[in-house]
């Protein structure tokens, strides 16, 4: 099995040369010394390297670019078969401020971030899959294109990012119904139209902007339904789709759908307080599309089978590994950052990264601990920013409670001063 999917492709020629030398450093990134061409079939060997990072996107770019601008080996491994996570279905600016990225669309964040991982001299390895993680976090599983091999890392970052939550109601299992984050790949990673008439289940900042730019894409939107009293997501990307002619529905569900072999109708109906249907305030839409944007929750298996210890914070979207203020999980130096820590926005979770691959490049000796603490200075104050607000402050008090329960954590105390 070879490394066919990174930056460049991998020829015979190279494979020869690869095996000699693995030493890196950032200043000095020649093609001889590419970490995952280290790859060798059979499985008797495994591609080594310093710090390995499973995923992508802001989170993992972010971490990479600060471990290798430092002078770290470091590998990077994705599914897809382009980096950037998230940040490609992005073409909607974002907010917050300047240094937030604030007016810019989340796919020119992602080339930007690209680059600097590239010129940070980071190994990305796509179209490849870990499945499994072993030895205390230190040894991925990996699956490229039908093929197996491993992984030997000193440090690991899980930047897994976030998996869609589902709904189930009578008729949910038909073609036609589908995560909104799936509908927005569709439309602006594959530029298909998942169908024309859509029905948005969700009114929180991933309902209100599919919704938008499934308009922009030519579908019509018959209505935005939620379940709860008031519009979950910011009011501008409301008032867009509003002015667009589209009804949102507070205190309304969806109750079921119907259709021969696919979705023809939808039945909504509106809620009392203690979210049971009113009965004859029901209303048909035809629609041959439901999106479903009901929350997201962390991608966080492979810190579960390493063995992670874990917390149910609703704030966060559900169960989330403890992490320390360096991101650092129980297992000793095994890290989560961005979504996989916690549901939240692109701009903290790039800014987790750069905490994971600030500190992974100080363990590892290539920066010292007053570079380190200056630079993780910068990153805190700019977290404490993006954290600030009616919606970030939520997200800063959930973070809160997970670090101190960790704290609280007895065998995680033991193995490492949180
Ligand atoms: C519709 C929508 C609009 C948004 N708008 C904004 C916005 O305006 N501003 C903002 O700041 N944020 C926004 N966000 C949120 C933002 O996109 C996410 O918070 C951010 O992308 C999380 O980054 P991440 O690196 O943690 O995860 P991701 O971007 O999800 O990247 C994780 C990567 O890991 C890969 N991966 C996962 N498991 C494996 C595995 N086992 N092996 C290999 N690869 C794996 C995934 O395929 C993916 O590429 C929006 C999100 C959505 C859905």
Redesign the pocket.
Known sequence: MRPRSLYGLCDDRRWDAERKDLRHAASRRDESTDTGRAWVLGGKEMIETEFAI?????????AAFEAGRAGTRTLM????QA?????F??I?????SKE??AGTR?IDIGKKLLEETEKAGVNVMLD????GIFDDGKTLA?KHQGSVGRVHAQKVL?????S?NALSFPGWTLPGVLG??AA?TLVNLHRVLPGTKVLMVGSG???L??AY?LLQAGAKVVAVVEALPEIGGYGVHASKIRRMGVPILVRHTIKEVSGDKKVERATITQIDDQWGPILGTEREFDVDTICI?VG?HP?A??AWIAGCEFDYIAELGGHVPFHNKNMETTVAGLYV?????G????????E??RLVGVDVARCLGYLSDQEAESLMGEVRSRIESIRSGPFGEMLRQAKNKLMERGNECKSHFLKQAF
């Open positions: 499973v995923g992508a996107g802001p989170a993992g770019l972010s491994i994705d599914e897809n980096p950037g996570g998230q940040l279905k992005q909607h600016k974002f907010f917050g937030h990225w989340g490849t899959v870990v499945w990996i899980l930047a897994t990012g976030a869609e909104a984050g927005q900042n991933v309902g902007i599919v730019q944007a997201l991608l298996e492979l950052a961005g979504d996989a820590a549901i939240g926005e692109a701009t903290a979770a790039m987790e990264g």
